[in-house]
């Protein structure tokens, strides 16, 4: 079964920056789309940023212009670089993939169902 692993969360000051790692196991990266996801304290989880299988991205408004998303498929790895963070952006991480295997536009990816996930890892911005 598909597992991914996320790295690289921790304690930063607004206005610093974060590159966040996801490791897919037994994952060829040819699924439709994968993407960031995450969770504050007391709000529902968020979308914020994905990749299709065609390369294409997509982002939430919330992070548009700071974040950006990366994969390389030779290492299996999926990337999240932060910038410009700010308090708002505390929450947990998650990294998610879905489970079709097809080729598909960055803008079908916010709309998908996500079959796998990782635990999660933290990040935490102090003003």
């Known amino acids: 079964q598909v597992q991914l692993g996320e790295s690289g969360g921790g304690s930063v000051q607004a206005g610093g920056s974060l590159r966040l790692s996801c490791s897919a196991s037994?994952?060829?990266?040819?699924?439709?789309?994968m993407g960031w996801f995450r969770r504050a304290p007391g709000k529902e989880r968020e979308g914020i940023a994905f990749?299709?299988?065609?390369?294409?991205?997509r982002y939430s408004d919330s992070v548009k212009g700071r974040f950006t998303i990366s994969r390389d498929n030779a290492k299996n790895t999926l990337y999240l670089e932060m910038n410009s963070l700010q308090p708002d952006d505390t929450a947990m991480y998650y990294c998610?993939?879905?489970?079709?295997?097809?080729?598909?536009?960055?803008?079908?990816?916010?709309?998908?169902?996500?079959?796998?996930w990782g635990q999660g890892t933290q990040v935490t911005v102090s003003s």
């Open positions: 998610a993939a879905t489970d079709q295997r097809q080729w598909v536009w960055a803008s079908v990816c916010p709309s998908l169902e996500y079959d796998y």
């Open positions: 037994g994952y060829t990266f040819s699924r439709a789309c």
């Open positions: 990749i299709a299988s065609t390369i294409g991205t």
